[in-house]
């Protein structure tokens, strides 16, 4: 499991976690999160965050 603390979303292996999500963030994040997957029938996601390696590399994720 990892969480996207910008976007208060939670994910596991298969995708945006509702359980997970509400465990660690708020009623609010778990109820926005309900709403976005009924929207949509695809299970594709994006990162609200960029992260970067650090090491002298220089490479981007």
Known sequence: ???D???QVCYDS????IGM??????Q???DNL???????????FR???TFVDQA???IFC
């Open 5 to 7: 603390s910008v976007g």
């Open 21 to 26: 999500t509400q465990i660690n963030y708020s």
């Open 34 to 44: 309900q709403r976005n997957l009924s929207q949509t029938n695809s299970r594709d």
């Open 14 to 17: 298969d995708g945006p976690s």
């Open 1 to 3: 499991m990892v969480c």
């Open 28 to 30: 609010v994040a778990t």
């Open 56 to 58: 002298p590399t220089g």
């Open 47 to 49: 990162w609200s965050v």
